[in-house]
C-alpha cells in the first residue's frame, strides 16, 4: 500500500556520494512532511528541494554529519502542501558538476493525509519502500456503501470487516468509518434500515439519498445486504428492495451493485452459497454478483474474497464508481449522478 511514484534520473557523478533517499515522514500541519537524505558525499554537498516546474521549495535549514572518512551525510525537511502532487530532491556539487536527482510523485493526497493522521502505524510500508528505485505508492482507496432491512446484519457485517466496533445498529443517521482492508484505505457507509413489507419513511429516503456526500466523489460499490433468514425464506418479492437501492441513483446502480447474504455458521453459509444465485434480485439486478459472508467468523480470507469480488466491479466498470455533482436551487439542494 503507496501513495507515490518514486522515479530517480542521476548524472554521472564520480565522487563517492549515493543517489539521494526521499522518506514520508508522517502528516504535518497542511501536507505531508518528506525528508531528503544524500550521504557519502566529499565534499559537503549542497541539497535543493524544487517544484515539479523546477522552482526552488522553501525548505528547514540542511543537517550536515561528517563521519570518520570525512565523508558527508546531508538532509533536509519539506513539507509537501496539501495542492503538490510532485516534488523532486537534488544533491549537487557545483564545483565538480556532479548532481543526482530524485522524484517523488504524490498520488491521492487526501487519502494520504488521512492514513498519516489517523492510522500513523499503518503508514510505515510507505517508509520502508522509498529504498526501491520505483515504488507504487497507489491510491487504492475503495469506497462501498450498505444499505438494508432491520436485522440484516449490515453493522455487525462492516464492524467485521474493517475490524472496528464502530458501527451501531439502531442508526437513524448514515455511520462511516474508514479503516486499511488488505492494504487498502476502505470507506464504509452503512444507511439507516428499512422494517421489513413497510413503506420506507421519507425521512429515511432522503437520509438514503445522502449517503453519497459520506464517501465523495462516489461509491465504488453499493451492497444490498439481506439476512438468512430473509434469502432462505419464501420471499419471492423484492420489489421494496429494489426501489430503496435505486434511490441511490435509479437504476444505473445495479451496475455497481452485489447482494451481501449475511449468516452466523457455516451451515448457513453453505446453504446460501446454493440458494444465492436463485434468487430474483440477484438474477434479474446484479447481473448474478452475491457474496456469502458470516459475520461471526474471524477468517480474514472471507474478507479478502470480499474485496476481490468488489474490485471486480470496479474493473468492470473501468475504474470508475458514480460522480456526485451537487447543485444549489434557492434552499434545494439537487444530487445527480453520472457513470
Known amino acids: 500500500m503507496c501513495f507515490a511514484n518514486l522515479c530517480s534520473n542521476a ?5 563517492h556520494g549515493k543517489q539521494p533517499v526521499i522518506s514520508i ?4 500541519i497542511g501536507g505531508v512532511g518528506l525528508v531528503c537524505e544524500a550521504t557519502g558525499w566529499y565534499p559537503q554537498p549542497e541539497l535543493i528541494w524544487r517544484s515539479s516546474e523546477g522552482h526552488s521549495l522553501p525548505a528547514e535549514p540542511a543537517e550536515t554529519l561528517r563521519d570518520s572518512l570525512d565523508l558527508f551525510t546531508v538532509r533536509r525537511r519539506i513539507i509537501a502542501q496539501r495542492d503538490t502532487s510532485r516534488v523532486m530532491c537534488r544533491v549537487q556539487l557545483l564545483q565538480f558538476s556532479q548532481e543526482k536527482d530524485i522524484e517523488i510523485h504524490i498520488r491521492g493526497t487526501g487519502e494520504a493525509l488521512w492514513l498519516l493522521d489517523q492510522r500513523p502505524s499503518q503508514a510505515l510500508p ?3 519502500c522509498v529504498h526501491m528505485k520505483r515504488c507504487f505508492l497507489e491510491e487504492r482507496a475503495i469506497r462501498v456503501i450498505m444499505i438494508g432491512e432491520s436485522w440484516g446484519g449490515k453493522s455487525l457485517s462492516a464492524n467485521r470487516i474493517l475490524g472496528c466496533s464502530s ?5 437513524e443517521e448514515c455511520q462511516t468509518e474508514k479503516a486499511v482492508v488488505d492494504g487498502r484505505l476502505m470507506t464504509v457507509v452503512i ?3 428499512w422494517e421489513e413489507n413497510k413503506p420506507l419513511e421519507e425521512t429515511k429516503k432522503e437520509k438514503i439519498r445522502e449517503s453519497f456526500r459520506h464517501c465523495l466523489p462516489g461509491p465504488h460499490a453499493i451492497l444490498l445486504v439481506a439476512s438468512a433468514r430473509t434469502a432462505l425464506g419464501d420471499k419471492s418479492d423484492w420489489s421494496t428492495e429494489q426501489a430503496n437501492v435505486e434511490l441511490l441513483g435509479g437504476s444505473r446502480v445495479w451496475a455497481h451493485a452485489l447482494v451481501l447474504l449475511t449468516c452466523t455458521d457455516e451451515r448457513s453459509k453453505r446453504r446460501l452459497q446454493d440458494k444465492g444465485k436463485t434468487l430474483g434480485i440477484v438474477q434479474r439486478n446484479c447481473g448474478g454478483r452475491y457474496y456469502v459472508f458470516n459475520f461471526k467468523s474471524d477468517s480474514r480470507d472471507q474478507i479478502s474474497n470480499l474485496l476481490r469480488e468488489i474490485t471486480q466491479i470496479v474493473e468492470k466498470q473501468g475504474g470508475g464508481f458514480f460522480l456526485v455533482h451537487e447543485e444549489k436551487r434557492g434552499s434545494m439542494v439537487s444530487i445527480s449522478l453520472e457513470e
Do not use: D, I, W
Open 191 to 193: 444507511t439507516p434500515a
Open 126 to 128: 510507505v517508509r520502508n
Open 167 to 171: 458501527f451501531s445498529s439502531q442508526c
Open 25 to 28: 515522514e508522517g502528516y504535518s
Open 11 to 15: 548524472k554521472s557523478a564520480s565522487s
